[in-house]
């Protein structure tokens, strides 16, 4: 299928063939009929994606402050190479479309095959010929209601939750300053509701168009100030609705000059915010910010997971205000279609943005998109890139999942390493599939996994998914006779650890991706080690909000599972045992805005009489260093400090090493699966995988018991 990406470090734009992608089960595929050109948002994506690196450096300083960060703790290569793949991140354009559901979740009720639907979200309905729309991002359109109205339904959204912000009374005058796209709704759907509204923009065709859709009184934005005088008899107008887009600080300070005392100031478009106190407090003005479409914009567990926010106390949701905004064009109050003023085939759907960079000289408002092509969802699911001859003597990879780590850290340490072919790409989405296949020279792209398990040039899978997928991905490795590789942690649950122990034969490799002990500076300790040894392993790890996947148990699995395996499988490494048993403790704390658990100092005893402490901290200073150990052996003790300073102190004397650029191991664990793969020896036995991750579950089982558990 084809679908309109941008790229963000070049800003090269085109249509691409990219795999469909999948249903998941809280939502529906769609076919695009018809996809609305946002022109404020999408040419603002277009403009910024264009600019040189360092005029994108100049728009976000916040940003390079961190990449400086980074640099100071990782190293300047390091650091580079993660933010120049960030940069080729390819970029989805479109956020509303009107289509027919052709695929339909197993948890999604309402919505049938063959209906009519529109659809909005940002990442979502985008311009392409099959999206995935999870269900709180789609309503069934009217039978009164046509395709091309109903692709407006996103921009209608933003406007009419800037008027509910507004609360607008019958018979109140407000003030709508920008008539663009969501200008010229906000004016009608004012005048739906009862209201005096008075309009200004710099544009003649603008101002014209919306007294012709109904607004009152319009004017420039220079006139808007003696206009707004005349239009209420001297009192100002009772709200100000801003959809205007600039840098300039104007309309914020014109909005309080047009206002009366204690009026209302609603800010739906991009300003300037510099907020000239003394005007407001003088006439105790009330500003607010309209978010988006409304409430549920943002929350993950309504927007992917589909849990709506109930009725009684959420009227007007994203959803209900895509379903209001539709009854308003049934019954005629809205009239989306008389603000188009460009309709293009999506095949030529790059004159749209010859539109909007100026290429093409003309005016424009409305740019709709429509899609003609008839499509066979079976066809769509696996894009051939190349026609590159596969060699049975490597390590030839298919991989699924391809999120930022991947992208950051893994594909480019793979590269590194002779005889590891990048084969099958799977990915949840198209456009994620695009990009890093075109980069990354994989063979063929594809959303469905079961193109990566049954290819025969494969013998290796690696799987960098979202954690909850780990285990089953694990298993179908297994028994598709493949070797393979899955990121930490092997699963998020006791359950999933044992059917994969029973699943495991030996015949194939499993490795999961404990980086550290492949780390140069962990193998040099190691070395230097004789007999029992105590570990001290200090993690200043940083805060991860509540609300990232990471934490959701049922998705990340939480930290402890999540990440502090590492830290287990190093100290086993080290210590050449396996834990016995365990006992963590965490801080109890009245803020509860991350887990008690992110910050848990564990006590691990080793079959062999050793002893390990990890103290894992999301508290803290992210300028300290994150990684620091102690290791105390006989006659010998070693310091190492974020893999960049190794301190060895024996017999007397201190030997040191230093490094540039933290080597974490990457390179190293990857040369350790090649090797595996090649000559059957396992680089991580099996049985100490098994240990590390059931040590992760006897962690909580001990903060929760607060007692030692045996593993």
């Known amino acids: 299928m084809k679908q309109l990406i941008q790229s963000f470090k070049t800003g090269e734009l085109g249509l691409f063939d990219v795999p469909a992608p999948i249903c998941e089960k809280n939502g529906a595929l769609v076919q695009t009929t018809v996809s609305l050109v946002s022109a404020g948002t999408e040419k603002m994506l277009v403009d910024f994606a264009k600019k040189s690196m360092l005029a994108k450096a100049k728009d976000r300083p916040d940003l390079v402050k961190q990449v400086i960060d980074k640099m100071k703790k990782e190293g300047v290569r390091n650091t580079l190479e993660k933010v120049f793949t960030k940069l080729d991140t390819p970029i989805p354009l479109g956020y509303s479309i009107a289509g027919k559901v052709i695929q339909v979740g197993e948890n999604l009720s309402g919505i049938n095959i063959g209906d009519r639907v529109a659809c909005g979200g940002a990442g979502y309905a985008n311009h392409a010929e099959i999206n995935y729309i999870p269900k709180n991002l789609m309503v069934k359109i009217p039978d009164e209601v046509d395709d091309i109205d109903a692709s407006f339904v996103t921009v209608g959204a933003i406007a009419l939750q800037g008027v509910r912000q507004t609360a607008p009374l019958l018979g109140e005058k407000v003030a709508v300053m920008g008539l663009g796209l969501i200008g010229q709704l906000t004016v009608q759907l004012l005048k739906a509701n009862g209201c005096k509204v008075i309009g200004s923009d710099i544009d003649p065709d603008k101002m014209k168009l919306a007294k012709k859709l109904g607004c009152d009184e319009v004017c420039t934005a220079s006139e808007l100030i003696s206009k707004s005088n005349e239009f209420t008899g001297g009192h100002g107008v009772d709200a100000v609705i801003i959809t205007a887009s600039t840098s300039s600080n104007q309309p914020i300070i014109d909005a309080a000059d047009i206002s009366r005392m204690r009026g209302r100031v609603v800010l739906v478009g991009m300003v300037g915010m510099d907020v000239p106190r003394n005007t407001y407090y003088k006439k105790e003005l009330e500003i607010k910010l309209s978010m988006a479409y409304g409430p549920g914009r943002y929350d993950p567990e309504y927007e992917e997971k589909g849990v709506d926010y109930p009725y009684d106390l959420v009227r007007f949701t994203e959803q209900r205000n895509f379903e209001a905004f539709l009854g308003l064009i049934q019954e005629g109050k809205v009239t989306p279609k008389e ?143 493949k070797h393979v590789f899955v990121e930490k942690p092997l699963c998020i649950y006791e359950e999933e650890l044992e059917s994969i122990k029973e699943s495991y034969t030996g015949e194939t490799i499993i490795q999961v991706g404990f980086n550290r002990r492949f780390s140069p500076m962990i193998e040099k300790m190691k070395s230097n080690i004789t007999g029992q040894i105590s570990v001290n392993y200090r993690v200043n790890a940083g805060i991860i909000p509540k609300d990232v996947w990471i934490q959701d148990r049922t998705i990340g699995g939480g930290r402890i599972i999540g990440e502090v395996c590492h830290f287990i499988d190093t100290c086993s490494y080290l210590i050449n045992s396996e834990v016995k048993s365990v006992f963590a403790t965490s801080i109890n704390k009245e803020d509860q805005s991350i887990p008690d658990e992110d910050n848990v100092n564990i006590i691990l005893n080793y079959e062999n009489g050793s002893t390990a402490t990890i103290s894992y901290y999301a508290y803290g200073d992210t300028s300290m260093p994150k990684e620091y150990i102690e290791v105390f052996s006989s006659g010998v003790s070693m310091q190492m400090n974020d893999f960049r300073e190794l301190l060895i102190y024996k017999n007397g004397k201190l030997a040191k090493e230093k490094s540039s650029n933290q080597d974490k191991g990457f390179v190293g664990e990857f040369k350790a699966f090649k090797d595996a793969v090649k000559n059957g020896n396992e680089a991580i036995s099996f049985q100490s995988i098994y240990n590390t991750t059931k040590t992760t579950f006897k962690i909580l089982e001990s903060l929760r018991s607060n007692s030692l558990v045996e593993v």
């Open 339 to 481: 603000l188009i003023t460009h309709s293009y085939d999506f095949d030529d759907a790059m004159m749209a943005y010859d539109l909007l960079e100026g290429r093409i000289q003309e005016k424009y408002l409305g740019i709709v998109l429509n899609y003609k092509r008839e499509i066979d969802l079976q066809d769509e699911k696996i894009v051939q890139r190349t026609d590159k001859k596969i060699l049975n003597d490597k390590v030839n990879i298919g991989l699924i999942g391809a999120g930022n780590f991947t992208k950051s850290v893994i594909l480019p340490n793979i590269q590194k390493v002779q005889d590891m072919e990048l084969v099958g790409l799977c990915t949840a989405t198209g456009v994620s599939a695009q990009g890093t296949g075109k980069k990354y020279d994989f063979k063929y792209i594809t959303t469905d996994s079961e193109e990566i398990y049954k290819n025969s040039e494969l013998n290796s899978i690696f799987v960098t998914t979202r954690h909850d997928s780990h285990a089953k991905n694990v298993i179908k490795a297994i028994n598709s006779k």
